[in-house]
């Protein structure tokens, strides 16, 4: 976690920028703290503004804006080049801090007009290869459900019910975490969540997860720590809205459980598990799908779509011109 007290006035401005004026999340105010924070780091290395061999130790905070006029493209290529080989960052790592760059150095020179011109104008996104998200099969699904609520655990029924949500709605982390009860209707089985970009959408909610909250809001602490706990959803065992870490290890134990690789499958797997169950038995329809999830380019949505090898086959055998003999 990098403190916002440890970075120069400038980097802060952009954070206030992307709060009032872009309305970023808290998340990605986070990632983009942590990302350009280590990019100064690294610029301050890269000219020798700082002697300490240590890169997490860099300081910062004194750096002059002025700094930001000699960063050239080729600079912030040595950085991509930095993070691909010293810190092994995948390319969809380093996609999203070039992202950050990018939106960084279009706010110094366009909005807050502090640096003279943008090198990051040309910066390029490393290209990704599309790959198919890994999910639980059906039965998977099932035997992860089955061992969660019948697990001895004092906390079954609200860890049955987080699992519940995360495999039948294809929420995110934090839009689990940051439910409240206020937020579900009831008499209308849906409820309302704030996703990535700081977007509210409504997710209808079925039976299973109608049941899985009820249950849980029967035995749920009323008395919660903290006033912006009292309304959450999900608590701890503190009584304080549960944290992305708990849910998380919340999600592995279970996965445990139930005899399944922790290091293939997760809450977000979990996500992939609903989008890919509901398109292959619910005939959803693409652009649902994509609303459902909540992604804003339905280029994002379509890496659900994958299809199982029986239904490829499928496909082959029942294409008209498969027998010989009719032909």
């Known amino acids: 976690m990098i403190s916002r007290e440890d970075n120069p006035d400038f980097l802060n401005s952009f954070l206030d920028y992307s709060i009032t004026i872009l309305n970023k999340s808290p998340n990605s105010i986070k990632e983009y703290n942590y990302d350009l924070a280590n990019f100064l780091k690294f610029i301050s290395s890269h000219y020798k503004l700082s002697n300490e061999k240590n890169f997490k130790e860099i300081d910062i905070s004194n750096m002059d804006i002025s700094v930001m006029n000699k960063v050239k493209l080729e600079d912030i290529h040595s950085y991509i080049s930095y993070m691909a080989t010293s810190l092994r960052s995948s390319p969809a ?3 999203r801090k070039i ?14 007009k502090l640096i003279d011109s943008n090198p990051a104008q040309d910066l390029e996104t490393p290209k990704l290869g599309k790959r198919i998200p890994k ?10 459900l089955d061992v969660t609520i019948n697990t001895d655990n004092r906390n079954n029924i609200r860890d049955y019910a987080i699992i519940t949500l995360f495999l039948n709605c294809g929420m995110r982390l934090s839009e689990l975490v940051n439910i409240n009860i206020k937020d579900i209707n009831f008499s209308d089985a849906k409820m309302t969540v704030i996703g990535k970009g700081n977007k509210e959408r409504t997710i209808f909610l079925n039976k299973s997860c109608l049941k899985a909250i009820t249950d849980y809001l029967s035995i749920r602490p009323r008395n919660a720590v903290k006033f912006d706990s009292r309304d959450a959803l999900f608590l701890s065992e503190r009584k304080e809205r ?3 870490r708990t849910v998380q290890q919340i999600v592995k134990n279970e996965l445990q459980k139930a005899g399944l690789d922790t290091n293939k499958y997760s809450t977000h797997k979990l996500r992939h598990t609903a989008a890919t ?10 652009r649902a799908l994509q609303e459902l999830l909540g992604h804003e380019s339905i280029s994002t949505t379509e890496i659900y779509t994958h299809v199982n090898d029986d239904r490829v086959r499928n496909a082959v055998e029942n294409n008209p011109l498969a027998n010989p003999d009719d032909l």
């Open 135 to 144: 999910y639980l099969t059906l039965d998977d699904s099932k035997k992860l």
């Open 93 to 95: 790592t380093r996609a």
């Open 277 to 286: 169950l509901m398109y292959q038995y619910g005939n959803v329809d693409i």
């Open 99 to 112: 992202s950050s760059i990018r939106i960084f150095f279009k706010y110094l020179s366009s909005k807050a």
């Open 242 to 244: 549960i944290s992305n």
